[in-house]
T-cell receptor, first 113, second 116 residues
Framework: QKEVEQDPGPLSVPEGAIVSLNCTYS??????FMWYRQYSRKGPELLMY????GNKEDGRFTAQVDKSSKYISLFIRDSQPSDSATYLC?????????????FGSGTKLNVKP | DAGVIQSPRHEVTEMGQEVTLRCKPI?????LFWYRQTMMRGLELLIY????????DSGMPEDRFSAKMPNASFSTLKIQPSEPRDSAVYFC??????????????FGPGTRLLVL
């Protein structure tokens, strides 16, 4: 079993829809949670970062962490065709190894005009 | 800033050949990571360096894979001999450490490797 599980999709939604992307994990030591966005044939880019539990909002994007359930989510409001990409969650522990990221396999999102 | 630079961008080789992938991290970054991405396994960390020293190579699949970082501005990932199952996109990433939280990892454009 992988430490981070993510539904690969693909997820297809109409423009303007609210999108929910999710990851589950098994390692209770994870404290840092990131979402990366990867456009086709490009490297991943950091989208959002949260520490421990709670919510974080940045424009149309909201990241949620529920450590009790070992579940994280990324919500995209008013989705746009330009949001079409693969979204990868990533996590790391505290301590000396906090730069060692464990990535989900990515969810491919397609927003139709 | 030019970002993380990887070469070659594409590589097609035959089984048994040696493959060398190259990476130039962002200037001033002291962490460098090598990842492999496939449809089946997603994005996997192979090895990472801090100040040119390998810190964790537990993701290196087997002895056919080796990585070096001779200086702060250059790293190589070598596969010898290559096998068809090594076909993947290999990413290099770098970040600046030293803080109390993980640094943003900046990824290069990747090297698409096809082993026939």
């Amino acid at each position: 079993q992988k430490e981070v599980e993510q539904d690969p999709g693909p997820l297809s939604v109409p423009e303007g829809a609210i999108v929910s992307l999710n990851c589950t994990y098994s390692n209770s030591a994870f404290q840092y949670f990131m979402w990366y966005r990867q456009y086709s044939r490009k490297g991943p880019e950091l989208l959002m970062y949260t520490y421990s539990s709670g919510n974080k909002e940045d424009g149309r994007f909201t990241a949620q962490v529920d450590k009790s359930s070992k579940y994280i989510s990324l919500f995209i409001r008013d989705s746009q065709p330009s949001d079409s990409a693969t979204y990868l969650c990533a996590m790391s522990e505290t301590g000396y190894n906090f730069n060692k990221f464990y990535f989900g396999s990515g969810t491919k999102l397609n927003v139709k005009p | 800033d030019a970002g993380v630079i990887q070469s070659p961008r594409h590589e097609v080789t035959e089984m048994g050949q040696e493959v060398t992938l190259r990476c130039k991290p962002i200037s001033g970054h002291d962490y460098l990571f090598w990842y492999r991405q496939t449809m089946m396994r997603g994005l996997e960390l192979l090895i990472y360096f801090n100040n040119n020293v390998p810190i964790d190579d537990s993701g290196m699949p087997e002895d056919r894979f080796s990585a070096k970082m001779p200086n702060a501005s250059f790293s190589t990932l070598k596969i010898q001999p290559s096998e068809p199952r090594d076909s993947a996109v290999y990413f290099c990433a770098s970040t600046s450490g030293g803080g109390a939280v993980p640094g943003t990892q900046y990824f290069g454009p990747g090297t698409r490797l096809l082993v026939l």
